[in-house]
Nanobody, 123 residues
């Protein structure tokens, strides 16, 4: 069992930056790929980024490429999402998830989910 707790959300102006963190319990953190997903008001939850267990590979949805960076510190059991040049359309609840050690965008493949952290980008 892995428990995930996100933090770092908040209110930011267009063009600003935020760094989300997701702290995981358990001693097998590096066995899991980690993903970030988001759900905007009135929309379905969507994939944002993922990273393999050793941090060697990552993948992003097109809308965040060049602006967001996913990283992880396995010594701290934490995955991060650095978000730069934020836009109002990035407003959403952001969730982290742990899943099979591969680059997977499909939500149903992930085993464990956090409760989410709100990110609001004002125009």
């Amino acid at each position: 069992q892995v428990q995930l707790v996100e933090s770092g959300g908040g209110l930011v102006q267009t063009g600003g930056s935020l760094r989300l963190s997701c702290a995981a319990s358990g001693r097998t953190f590096n066995n899991y790929a980690m993903g970030w997903f988001r759900q905007a008001p009135g929309k379905e939850r969507e994939f944002v980024a993922c990273i393999t267990g050793n941090g060697g590979m990552s993948y992003y949805t097109d809308s965040v490429k060049g602006r967001f960076t996913i990283s992880r510190d396995n010594a701290k059991n934490t995955v991060y999402l650095q978000m730069n040049i934020l836009k109002p359309e990035d407003t959403a609840v952001y969730y982290c998830a742990a899943g099979p050690n591969a680059l997977i965008m499909r939500q149903s493949a992930y085993y464990y989910w956090g409760q989410g952290t709100q990110v609001t980008v004002s125009s």
